[in-house]
């Protein structure tokens, strides 16, 4: 016989704490942005130039992750197409988050990607690289028109596949002779242009806009607004909003944080009957965006990057009840180099996957203390911090993302 699961449905049919559950979701546009309006406000005026058929100063966002750039950039976006259908100008906006797998990962399927959202059509693979981009140009400057793309997450784009792609992007106005482009790249990384060509910085860089984190007292009113419309009448208890809200100010005031922690507190209560969110559903509620944080770094980050986390995840497994679980740099090189054979890929120097630890080390999915070794230098011993219970997962995806 079946397991019964009609009370289980009727419960959510019945039960639910919610009126409008995607309001604290990442794709809702809000009718108002509490505390960015000077932002909004400087980007509007460098992009009202589109109205009157010019094309704007490329321009360059960046801020942590949830503090309004995204949003900021299309509710601008929206504001000026509304504006235009008024006057009868006619401007496109291209919009690519550049952190989506097989989408922003080479430089091909990049432009692969570009070329079909403007209707264009283009094989996966297959192609060389410098027909990819005649093709692109094609398509653009098939007709007078002025076209803005947005790149989200460029940082992440550049970090997979280098800044080369941005530089054609950023000279190809001195190929067009029908159409004009503009770019607007945002970035959680707010040293990202530091780091990249001094050519593409000037070019892609000609204005530049910082969005502040938000602090504990702006993020509760951005949470007050979006519960009065996300949750039923009194389905909050008091101070869950304001232990939301200080959970995210210190993840740098990350709005997007505090709105998931919101809305996953109200699931779980919700699948366990309750009438009302409460305190310690904030706490559950972080444990799992905790775990479900280290996952979508691991499947995000580039092969490299997954070579040498999966290089100690298997030097843990052999060291355990050896020494504690701990090794050093060398062990770590070693093990990655016959890895990188294994599956043909080009290894990196040791400085370089050096660099690669202390990235992981700061993400936090490794402890690596530096040991001074005498006279033979120092080097770092290394322990594995990823909660046991997610040990497996992790594992299992890097097998299969490198194909092991």
Not at 75 to 96: P, R
Not at 322 to 334: A, C, I, L, R
Not at 353 to 368: F, K, Q, T, V
Request: aromatic share 8%; net charge negative.
């Amino acid at each position: 016989m079946g397991v019964e699961l009609g009370n289980i449905f009727d419960s959510a049919i019945n039960n639910s704490l919610f009126q409008n559950k995607g309001v604290l979701q990442v794709r809702y546009t809000p009718e108002s942005i509490p505390h960015r309006d000077e932002q909004i406000k400087s980007i509007a005026s460098i992009l009202a130039s589109t109205l009157r058929g010019e094309r704007p100063s490329n321009l360059f966002v960046y801020g942590k992750t949830g503090t309004g750039k995204t949003l900021s950039i299309q509710y601008v976006q929206d504001e000026l197409m509304k504006k235009a259908e008024e006057l009868g100008v006619e401007i496109k906006f291209e919009y690519l988050n550049c952190k989506l797998k097989k989408v922003a990962d080479t430089e091909y399927r990049i432009v692969a990607a570009l070329i079909r959202q403007l209707g264009g059509t283009i094989p996966t693979t297959g192609l060389p690289t410098d027909q990819v981009w005649s093709k692109f140009i094609e398509l653009v400057d098939s007709k007078k028109q002025l076209i803005v793309f947005i790149f989200d997450e460029i940082d992440s784009a550049v970090k997979k596949i280098s800044d080369g792609f941005l530089y054609s992007l950023t000279r190809l106005n001195s190929e067009l002779s029908n159409a004009q482009i503009s770019l607007i790249g945002i970035s959680n990384d707010v040293t990202f242009l530091e780091n990249i060509d001094p050519r593409v910085r000037s070019s892609l860089g000609e204005e530049e806009f910082v969005f502040p984190p938000y602090n504990a007292i702006q993020l509760q009113e951005i949470l007050n607004n979006r519960c009065e419309k996300a949750f039923k009448e009194g389905a909050i208890a008091d101070g869950v909003v304001a232990k939301c809200a200080a959970y995210a100010a210190r993840e740098h005031g990350d709005a997007r944080r505090a709105l998931d922690l919101l809305r996953i507190a109200g699931e779980l209560s919700e699948r366990e009957g309750k009438k009302l969110v409460e305190e310690d559903y904030i706490d559950l509620a972080n444990n799992k965006m905790e775990r479900d944080k280290i996952l979508d770094i691991v499947d995000s980050e580039p092969k490299q990057f997954q070579l040498v986390l999966y290089s100690i995840i298997q030097l843990t497994k052999k060291a355990k009840g050896e020494d504690g679980d701990k090794f050093f740099t060398g062990d770590v090189y070693n093990y990655y180099q016959e890895l990188c054979g294994d599956t043909k890929t080009d290894p990196l120097t040791q400085r370089r996957i050096s660099d690669i630890l202390a990235e992981i080390d700061m993400l936090g999915l490794i402890n690596a203390k530096v040991i001074s070794k005498g006279r033979h230098g120092r080097t770092r011993e290394i322990k594995l911090s990823i909660p046991s219970n997610l040990f497996d997962k992790v594992e299992a995806m890097l097998v299969d993302s490198l194909g092991i």
